[in-house]
């Protein structure tokens, strides 16, 4: 425990007093960043591991380099008594075949592969493997030995890092050997490949799906209204994955010739058995999903009434309750921005990236930065899901109609419950993305690029999973805060709530749901901190009256 590393640190006399200072001081803050007394700590690098990586050093009021330095004393102290093993980062560590392409990487002065490459290097060099030997047999060991001697960053991380930059290698360096590495999946993959299904299945599912991509209107047993574009692709993933599952459980493809056959009682019940199987006989979202597609295409193709009864039961028996309210962790997640002093953090995070990087030069990292910022400035003033976020487009999102003033306008059909918002931006938030259009290219995009935050290609929008994914890492980053694009729609409601407790109409329609009761369902209770002190201050004032 760390508590025993303390006391050895301190009795060892082959360290010096500024040694022994650093290394206790090491680990008494790696505890306190843990909030565990260091008797709750153990000295084991897969125990420290996942929980360091989470911890964000602006959260604790440190800078990056602070809490390096911590780590470093701390992994020192393990290293020192042989619970990790000590680091080899010398040049004259390196044997001669290593050192001289080593020396030709460092040469290059290529920023891209020095971080994720040197260890790597240094742990074939160790291993006694030559250059040329390298196999992904040794990238898999490299991965062990981070588990057993990293105690922040995550192993997984840090071999992917490895295995690209050792590729990386060997089309920017000549010297380096011409053998690339392959990653080891992490993936389980589920769903087959198309070729797999007989062309009669192929061309069912697409008969099912263009009837609910453009239904008869005189057809009184079909469907009414016309599904989404992105509706009809999830709706084709689901249902090409269920027939995969009961590939899986031993059907032949052969078998599967129609969509009729996934909604036959015993074939359903096989499939939903084996996913259930893989998540410990417990359903989920997807199991619910599927069991609820596969009652809905029971109905459609006016399936005979007892086959649709067991699809309505097999769904109801595997069905998850409906949310009601946030979840669990984004309350906990709103809760912290609740502290005016992290909240401001927030809301003045885009006007310090901007302000942070006006006088640097011109550079990949600086604009992505700012991109980065614009983004969460958006959002900030227009709570919008991060799908419409990552497709403004510049001239059919953005209208300024002359007078300085700059409005975020999205037609019904662009939302996902079709009704079209329109936000008026705040003049320092357009002035944001003016100084941004006149300094992205060609860092981000080539020019003329009609998109606000484009592939690097300039050929489309961003992927939204991918935006989302970038100003989570920024934000924690920069601030220690857990926020991802979706939460600014919460904070958006929490903060009108908190000033206007029960101005839930406001809120509606700032968010641009349907109906009322969609907004009193998500966020009933959440003015309840401005409540609650009214209340108390009523209490106070009837306190103090004078009898």
């Not at 010398?90 to 891209?112: G, H």
């Not at 030559?130 to 981070?146: D, G, I, M, N, T």
């Not at 089309?171 to 050997?177: G, T, V």
């Not at 991109?371 to 919008?384: H, N, Q, S, T």
Request: aromatic share 6%.
């Amino acid at each position: 425990m760390f508590s025993e590393l303390v006391a050895k640190v301190a009795e060892d006399k082959g360290l010096s007093p500024n040694r022994i200072r650093d290394m206790i001081s090491g680990l008494r803050r790696v505890a306190k960043a843990l909030k565990r007394p260091l008797e709750d700590v153990p000295a084991d690098p897969r125990w420290l591991q996942p929980r360091l990586a989470r911890i964000a050093p602006a959260a604790l009021g440190l800078s990056p380099k602070a809490w390096t330095n911590i780590l470093s004393d701390s992994r020192a102290a393990l290293a020192r008594y042989g619970i990790v093993e000590r680091r080899y980062n010398r040049i004259d560590d390196l044997t001669p075949m290593w050192r001289q392409l080593w020396e030709i990487v460092l040469a290059s002065r290529d920023p891209t592969l020095r971080p994720s490459l040197g260890r790597f290097v240094y742990f074939l060099n160790r291993q006694g493997v030559a250059p040329q030997e390298v196999s992904e047999e040794h990238a898999l060991a490299y991965r062990e030995a981070l588990a057993l001697n990293e105690i922040s960053k995550s192993p997984e991380v840090a071999y992917r890092a490895a295995v690209n930059a050792w590729n990386l290698a060997t089309r920017r360096i000549a010297e380096w050997p011409r053998k690339t590495l392959s990653l080891q999946s992490r993936q389980k993959i589920i769903k087959l490949p198309v070729e797999v299904f007989a062309s009669s299945f192929h061309k069912d599912l697409d008969r099912l799906l263009d009837r609910l991509r453009r239904p008869d209107p005189l057809d009184p047993e079909g469907p009414r209204i016309p599904r989404k574009p992105a509706t009809i692709n999830q709706y084709r993933r689901q249902i090409l994955r269920f027939a995969s599952e009961l590939i899986h459980a031993g059907v032949s493809p052969i078998q599967i010739d129609s969509v009729l056959v996934l909604i036959d009682p015993a074939m359903a019940e096989l499939g939903l058995r084996h996913m259930l199987a893989r998540h410990n006989d417990e359903t989920g979202r997807g199991i619910a999903e599927t069991a609820g597609l596969l009652r809905n295409i029971s109905r459609i193709l006016n399936a005979p009434e007892e086959t649709q009864k067991r699809m309505a039961d097999l769904a109801r028996r595997v069905g998850i309750r409906m949310q009601v309210g946030m979840t669990r962790k984004n309350r906990e997640r709103l809760r912290v921005l609740q502290n005016d002093d992290k909240l401001q953090n927030l809301l003045l995070l885009p006007d310090r990236i901007f302000g942070r990087t006006s006088g640097r030069s011109k550079g990949y990292t600086t604009a992505l930065a700012r991109e980065d910022a614009l983004a969460i400035a958006i959002l900030l003033v227009c709570p919008i899901r991060v799908k419409n976020l990552a497709e403004i487009h510049l001239e059919r999102n953005l209208h300024r109609p002359g007078d300085g003033c700059v409005f975020l306008v999205f037609e019904d059909n662009e939302v996902k419950n079709q009704r079209p918002l329109e936000f008026e931006l705040p003049r320092d938030v357009s002035r944001m993305i003016d100084r941004h259009l006149s300094s992205r290219v060609p860092e981000l995009c080539p020019p003329g690029t009609p998109w606000l935050f484009p592939r690097r290609d300039g050929r489309g929008p961003i992927d939204p999973n991918q935006l989302s994914s970038r100003l989570a890492r920024r934000i924690r980053r920069e601030t220690g805060l857990e926020v991802n694009a979706h939460l600014f729609r919460h904070l958006a409601v929490m903060v009108w709530l908190d000033a206007n407790p029960g101005g839930y109409e406001a809120a509606r329609r700032l968010l641009g749901h349907s109906e009322l009761s969609q907004t009193l369902n998500m966020y009933s209770g959440l003015e309840a901190r401005s409540a609650t002190q009214e209340f108390a201050r009523v209490i106070a004032q009837k306190k103090s009256r004078k009898r």
